[in-house]
């Protein structure tokens, strides 16, 4: 049965898109407010790509604490916390350490599998619908160690989950693992493949969703600022813009890490906070790469994209801002000789440094459902590593629950009030 209650989603990155796409398809009269112009940074821009099922194990997971104490101390380490008295900062970080335990993980680990299995085959969809026009390949996912204990960490941690989870890992020796990529020379000590996953080019993506949106009959509203909202008997009437008051019958808040700005005055709460990544893209790279890769001990992300390359990486939770740190960047930079030796510092002369924020809750699950108190506004957001990958899972879903069908993944982990 097709729908015509009319949705406004707030915020144009790629997850306000696929909410924009599933509920248009639904035959909903959509409109998306983005405070930016329709050529705009979002924090997909710069991604990595990745649509990672292999992804299964939640920031919060054991060991993470005591790494990022440990990572503090080290502003060129993979992850670093600005110290700052931060009331929200405070909180988050308590939430954090709470769900950083083993049983969350087993609880967690199904539910990501499920959101990343669904959002590639939803993917695949697109790809076909949009005629293969943002380079989606399905090459897997090759997690390089570059050291024999490295490669032993992920065998036991990541590969053995993922392999009990259905998400199938194989562990590779060097030799099986420089088989798989014979155009580089790798210095490692193997690696854990990860068939199923695949990869994007995300500028790509966000330009042919927007297109299909247009012709589907989406109205973007560019350069509109959400500030507030008007309520009315537990309902939202309407979201105050720099355009005017505007009314909806329904409202869903995809604002990446402003959400919990976007939601002042509702007296709601939301954790979050801003994980700042940053990637450099060679233009022309010297060898030919076919598999993203990430290089495991220090966290770098690595993928082919067109003729490019896009090296990528870091989590730094300092706050809302657009500061550029040069020595993480340059950690991004010392790590990538060790695991691709053809590679040096000189390749990276002249590559500005792109950074994006990741909206990071403090159990590593999204917020996916509607708020109690306003029954008709709904959150999409906070998918911090893997915003990507399940941006289109994240949309369907957000149309299920206004549609009143049932979800196609469960949604208790996601709930939005779960910090109320
Ligand atoms: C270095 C790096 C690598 C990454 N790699 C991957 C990867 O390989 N795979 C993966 O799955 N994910 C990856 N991610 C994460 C992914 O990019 C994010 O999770 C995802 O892009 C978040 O999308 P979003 O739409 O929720 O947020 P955003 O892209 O931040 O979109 C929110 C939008 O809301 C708008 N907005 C904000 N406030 C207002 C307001 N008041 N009024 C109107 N509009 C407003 C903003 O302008 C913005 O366009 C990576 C991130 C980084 C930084």
Same mark, same amino acid.
């Not at 293969?132 to 090459?139: G, I, L, P």
């Not at 995809?254 to 890490?257: H, I, K, L, R």
């Given at each position: 049965m097709r729908e015509s209650k009319s949705v406004i989603v707030c915020g144009g990155g790629v997850v306000g898109l696929c909410c924009a796409y599933y509920l248009a398809r639904e035959g909903r009269a959509v409109t998306v407010l983005e405070r930016?112009?329709?050529v705009r940074d979002h924090c +997909?821009? =710069?991604?990595?790509g990745y649509v990672s099922?292999?992804?299964?194990? %939640?920031?919060? +997971?054991? =060991?993470m604490v005591w790494q990022g104490l440990k990572w503090?101390?080290? %502003?060129?380490?993979?992850f670093y916390i600005k110290p700052r008295l931060d009331s929200d900062l405070l909180r988050w970080s308590w939430l954090f350490m709470r769900s950083a335990n083993r049983a969350h993980v087993e609880r967690a680990a199904p539910i990501l599998r499920d959101l990343c299995v669904a959002s590639r085959a939803l993917f695949e969809e697109l790809d076909d619908i949009t005629g293969?026009?943002?380079?989606?390949?399905?090459?897997g996912l090759l997690n390089l160690c570059k050291t024999a204990a490295g490669l032993d960490h992920e065998a036991h941690g990541l590969a053995r989950l993922a392999n009990e989870l259905g998400v199938e890992a194989q562990i590779l020796n060097a030799a099986q693992t420089a088989a798989l990529e014979p155009g580089i020379k790798l210095d490692v000590a193997g690696s854990v493949y990860f068939p199923i996953d695949a990869h994007l080019t995300p500028w790509r993506f966000a330009q042919t969703l927007t297109a299909l949106l247009k012709e589907m009959g989406v109205r973007f509203q560019w350069n509109t600022t959400v500030f507030g909202w008007r309520t009315e008997a537990g309902r939202i009437a309407a979201v105050q813009t720099t355009a005017g008051d505007l009314l909806a019958d329904e409202f869903v808040l995809?604002?990446?890490?402003w959400a919990p700005a976007m939601l002042?005055?509702?007296g709601l709460r939301l954790p979050l906070q801003a994980g700042k990544g940053y990637s450099l893209t060679l233009p022309q790279p010297r060898f030919k790469v076919t598999k993203p890769m990430i290089c495991t001990e220090r966290r770098i992300a690595v993928t082919p994209m067109g003729d490019t390359l896009r090296f990528g990486g870091t989590m730094e939770l300092s706050g809302i801002n657009h500061d550029v740190r040069l020595e993480r960047v340059q950690q991004i930079i010392d790590s990538v000789p060790l695991y691709f030796?053809?590679?040096?510092?000189a390749d990276f002369s002249g590559i500005q440094p792109w950074h994006g924020l990741r909206p990071v809750a403090p159990d590593g699950m999204p917020y996916v459902g509607r708020f109690n108190r306003y029954r008709n506004l709904t959150a999409a957001c906070?998918?911090?590593?893997?915003g990507v990958t399940m941006a289109p899972i994240s949309g369907l879903l957000v149309a299920e629950i206004l549609a009143g069908r049932k979800p196609s993944v469960a949604l208790q982990m996601l709930d939005p009030n779960r910090y109320a």
């Open positions: 930016n112009g329709e +997909a821009l =710069g991604s990595a099922p292999s992804h299964v194990i %939640p920031l919060a +997971a054991p =060991g503090m101390l080290n %502003p060129r380490s993979p293969h026009a943002f380079e989606f390949k399905k090459e995809a604002g990446g890490s002042t005055g509702l030796p053809e590679l040096t510092a906070g998918h911090a590593m893997l």
